[in-house]
């Protein structure tokens, strides 16, 4: 018979870095369009496992000279194949105990809500009155901060005391009632450093505009992070002034490079989704370096991540008259290749 501990053994020896149980009752009064019960109105339990990234994979952004890792090894890989494989293995060893249970990983792509929380416009339909839209998005890092896995940063994101903010979430929920773990309160780990909110090239994240919600029985509060800017900035493309044009991004003459991109055109995706050029710099690796700096987390270098000066790079001979290019062109994206493949 499986027990918390032996659940938390088997995620382990799988591949999971850190592993936290909640119990379901700490969902009460969630939105129910990321409400977990709108899934498995019997669940009893949501496991949370953590998957670090390598801080070698933050390197070669961190030094301006290899750029892929961080968003295959560190964003893509780990989240579309590393993860999926140890949820995965774990819902089987839960399900041969007669429990039902489901491995969840990141598959927001189908859910009924955008990235502020609204229901997006003729999507989808409730089955019947009191349901929530198909799909439900149970939020990764409130259902960790619910298991007692980490806390939810001033930068919104996880912060776990073995690795800081340098990990991709997976959760499940079953149908088995498991031990479970105390919630962290929040300001364990985060001290208001406001690091992540001077390095973000993008300016996403307001010091002073937060959000404030109750969770798990603690008032919780992060940036209100500007989701739109940063789905802009974070890929190494900073809007032209209006009348010009830039040709960082495929499909819009309305971006050109950032200083934190050394690339004239945005590259290609990497396993689907990664294209993190920005290198997470003020929201990961700004606050992983605070938190170092506090000696708050658990994986501990022998060598502080930032080693030398930081780069920036001088665009100001960027010219637009030559960047235009056409569609089909390999280092672009899957579509556009895809549509050459079709022509
Ligand atoms: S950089 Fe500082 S304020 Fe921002 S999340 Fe990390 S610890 Fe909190
Ligand atoms: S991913 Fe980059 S642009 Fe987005 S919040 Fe983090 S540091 Fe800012």
Redesign the pocket.
Known sequence: MLDAQRVKELALSMGADAVSIGSIDRWEGAPIQMDPRQIMPEAKSVIAMAFRVMRGSLRGVEEGTFFSNYSSMGYGGITYLYMPMTVINLAKAIEDEGYEAIPYGHQSDWRAIDGVGKLRKNYSKAVEPGRANPDVMVQLRIASYLAGLGEIGF?K?LLTPQFGPRQRVGIMITEMELEPDPIMAPGTLCNRCMA?VR???????SETETVKVKLGGYDVEWTD?DVK???E??TGGVRVPKGEKGYYKPGSDQFKPAWFSPFYKKPRNLYNTGQ?I?????????CMISMEARGVIGNKFHQPFRRRKTWSIDWSDYDPSKEARPIGDPLYTHAETEKKETD
Not at 199 to 205: H, K, Q
Not at 278 to 286: D, H, L, P, Q, W
């Open positions: 930068s994101m992540c390095a973000c090239p993008a300016g996403a994240l992070i800017l940063c789905d900035t974070f993190a920005c290198g997470s710099r003020g929201c990961t690796r700004a």
